[in-house]
């Protein structure tokens, strides 16, 4: 497989590792990867392999605070000084930027996973002339009064240092996420039903570490920005949305969360939108015992968009 692992600079000077898949002789498009929190863009070389056998350019890389860019800044679990989570977005967009220019007769497509999704809703309403489509995957609903606690709270632990891991804010966010699942094995078992890939994420050093209170913040900030119907009213109204999600995911509420932001997107009118509910599936899609499925529904609304 043809594959290409290099650090981009962007604008500030911070360095992003990529990862490119384009092992494609006649590509039709390219799919850019926003990865989750507390995970990297390596964990998806078998989604990529499977985009590139149906002929898509797959690209990614670790986020600020996050994989080999975090490890390289020195900064892990930590975005940027200040408006961290804008920072990530207007990377990905120099990203966006950089593979255009490498080829720019192809449609480009956005995923984003978990917070990943946040920051492709944030691209959406920024920078949505940009790309041709959007995958938004394990993503969830309005937090409401929680994102304005959380921020309360990580600005008090801030006045320590910003980019000190906070287990407090972690607890907060991440301890129910295992309710509902009887006898867990590990604290992570509400990511996949698949108790090989859990392990695997839990072995992983660069996955499931403690973040920072500075993070925090930002991802409190930018969650009440994906939800400003100020804000959703500027995403491209004929822009092609797939949300997809698990039933018995926690971070969308089981569902209910993913149908709450996907009727304001309509409500704003925004007209090509998808949303795919899997039964049973927990919140990494991709590493969920039926991800074959995904993948497949993935692969066939990229088709269906790319005539």
């Known amino acids: 497989m043809k594959e290409n692992k290099l650090f981009l600079t962007m604008d500030d000077q911070e360095e992003i590792y990529v990862r490119l898949w384009e092992d ?9 990867l926003a990865h989750g929190m507390a995970e990297h863009i390596e964990r998806y070389c078998r989604f990529a392999a499977a985009c590139n056998k149906e002929g898509v350019i797959c690209f990614g890389g670790d986020h600020r605070g996050h994989g080999k860019t975090g490890e390289k800044s020195g900064s892990p679990g930590y975005f940027a000084p200040k408006e961290g989570f804008e920072r990530a977005v207007d990377d990905l967009y120099q990203l966006n930027l950089w593979q255009r220019n490498r ?16 920051l492709a809703r944030r691209y959406l309403q920024k920078y949505g002339d940009s790309i041709d489509g959007a995958i938004l995957m394990g993503s969830s609903g309005n937090p409401g009064f929680a994102a304005v606690l959380g921020k309360l709270i990580a600005r008090l632990q801030m006045r320590k240092d910003p980019s000190a891991p ?10 129910g996420y295992n309710k509902g699942i009887k006898n867990p094995r590990t604290k992570f078992d509400w990511l996949s039903t698949d108790p090989q890939e859990v392990d695997l994420y839990e072995q992983d ?19 009440q920005r994906i939800h400003s119907d100020a804000l959703i009213e500027k995403i491209p109204k004929e822009l092609p949305l797939l949300i997809l999600s698990g039933e018995a995911d926690p971070v969308g509420g089981q569902g209910r969360g993913i149908r709450e932001f996907a009727a304001q997107y309509e409500r704003h009118g925004i007209k090509d ?33 790319t005539p």
């Open 103 to 118: 080829h720019p007769n192809l449609p480009i497509f956005l995923l984003g996973h978990s917070m990943g999704s946040f």
């Open 205 to 223: 050093p660069h996955c499931g570490q403690v973040f920072s209170s500075g993070f925090f913040y930002d991802l409190f900030t930018g969650l």
């Open 24 to 32: 494609v002789k006649n590509p039709r498009a390219i799919l850019q």
């Open 166 to 175: 906070s287990p407090l804010l972690d607890a907060i966010v991440f301890r």
């Open 273 to 305: 939108l998808e949303v795919i509910l899997y039964p049973g599936m927990r919140h990494e899609l991709l590493n969920e015992i039926g991800k074959e499925k995904v993948t497949a529904d993935i692969l066939a609304w990229l088709k269906a968009k």
